[in-house]
């Protein structure tokens, strides 16, 4: 699963757009709707133009990306169509990497603003919903919010990030998908670093720790949620489900044991825990006698994070982001 940063499931970049809609400036959407071959950024990425002639994300930079804002900015000043849908391809790019992008460019109208508003009343809620765009043969495209699966006819194209594009039709529809949750568990100088790096390539962090004087939100503003208590009732008690991730970095060995004997039953598909390759050896004998499988036991990362040599607290976060974001781009972790 990719980052959802700058893609229509981003709540910041929609409420940047719907900012810049709502001030009454020509506000210009272009969104990746399908791929073929190598292309920087995949099928949901997105880039808009909004107040001030700024851009917002991307489509992956390069000729690709600089040909999609010239036709933004076209569609802004009334020089160019209002909306397009175009193949970047690679006889018309030359990009080094090959491949071909359909993208789809569209000025926002006055009846967007429901489509707008019911994307972010959608993230207040936590709802689960299908994004829909059709770009017809003439006339402007439309954007939708589904609370079901929209009943479609016709081949369809799938691509990343649970996105379909309907060539006959010109639709791209995409599906709801759960945002896995980070949970870390210790809020000590490691997991302060950390915080803000994971929440900046798009992962949503929630933080534990059974000190109150660490625990608090004011030291972790990009945390969805900071809690005190006991490690092991927290690690119970918590929605830990099979696409989330469980980092362990508490005070002391016997705690980050006790951690990972309680999440690790409820498979979460990354398991990080801080430590040296001796602790490794302990834990590994310790969590084969509590159950957890041979298989989940040879996943779990410990030490946590890439080997780069990282000694301080930004530097192991580094470490431990570059191998979260590969594991993400990779999928599961061990195979049942």
């Not at 929609?14 to 709707?33: K, N």
């Not at 880039?47 to 851009?55: E, K, N, P, R, T």
């Not at 508003?117 to 689960?128: I, N, R, S």
């Given at each position: ?15 940047r757009?719907?900012?810049?809609f ?6 210009v ?10 292309m920087?950024?995949?099928?949901s ?8 002639g700024v851009?917002?994300g991307t489509v992956g ?20 169509p209002?909306d ?6 690679h ?6 990497c090959?491949?071909d ?6 000025r ?7 489509f707008l508003?019911?994307l972010?009343?959608?993230?207040d ?6 994004l829909?765009?059709h770009w ?5 495209a ?6 079901q699966?929209?009943e479609?006819?016709g081949?369809c194209?799938p ?12 639709i791209?529809?995409?599906e709801p998908?759960a945002?896995?949750?980070?949970y ?13 790096a994971?929440?900046?390539v798009?992962?949503v962090?929630?933080?534990a720790d059974?000190r109150p ?7 972790f ?5 900071v809690?005190?208590?006991d490690?092991?009732?927290?690690a119970q008690?918590?929605p830990?489900?099979p ?7 508490t005070?002391g ?15 979460p598909t990354y398991v990080?825990?801080i430590g040296?390759?001796s602790?490794?050896?302990?834990f ?14 040879a996943a ?6 890439d080997?780069?040599g990282?000694v301080t607290p930004a530097?192991?976060?580094v470490s431990?982001?570059a191998?979260?974001?590969r594991?993400?781009?990779?999928g ?5």
């Amino acid at each position: 699963m990719a980052d959802f940063t700058g893609t229509l499931r981003d709540p910041r970049f929609v409420e940047r757009v719907a900012r810049s809609f709502a001030q009454g400036a020509p506000t210009v959407l272009a969104a990746v709707l399908s791929c073929r071959g190598s292309m920087p950024r995949e099928a949901s990425a997105a880039m808009a133009l909004v107040d001030d002639g700024v851009f917002v994300g991307t489509v992956g930079g390069g000729k690709v990306e600089a040909m999609a804002q010239e036709r933004c900015l076209a569609a802004a000043s009334g020089t160019g169509p209002t909306d397009d849908l175009t193949w970047y391809t690679h006889s018309i790019t030359h990009m080094a990497c090959g491949g071909d992008a359909l993208i789809g460019i569209h000025r926002l109208a006055p009846s967007d603003s429901v489509f707008l508003a019911q994307l972010l009343d959608a993230f207040d809620e936590g709802a689960q919903l299908w994004l829909e765009a059709h770009w017809p043969e003439q006339g402007p495209a439309t954007l939708a919010v589904r609370s079901q699966e929209p009943e479609m006819a016709g081949p369809c194209i799938p691509g990343a990030n649970a996105t379909r594009w309907y060539p006959d039709a010109r639709i791209y529809v995409e599906e709801p998908v759960a945002e896995p949750v980070v949970y870390i568990f210790g809020a000590g100088h490691v997991s302060a670093a950390l915080v803000p790096a994971l929440a900046a390539v798009g992962f949503v962090c929630e933080v534990a720790d059974d000190r109150p004087e660490l625990a608090r939100p004011e030291r972790f503003p990009l945390a969805r949620a900071v809690r005190c208590g006991d490690f092991v009732p927290l690690a119970q008690s918590l929605p830990i489900g099979p696409s989330d991730y469980v980092v362990v970095m508490t005070h002391g060995h016997v705690a980050d044991l006790d951690v990972l004997k309680a999440a690790m039953t409820r498979h979460p598909t990354y398991v990080g825990c801080i430590g040296s390759r001796s602790k490794r050896a302990l834990f590994d004998a310790e969590l084969a006698r509590a159950g957890i499988s041979p298989a989940e036991v040879a996943a779990l990362h410990l030490p946590i994070g890439d080997d780069i040599g990282a000694v301080t607290p930004a530097e192991i976060a580094v470490s431990v982001v570059a191998q979260m974001v590969r594991h993400r781009a990779g999928g599961t972790h061990y195979q049942q």
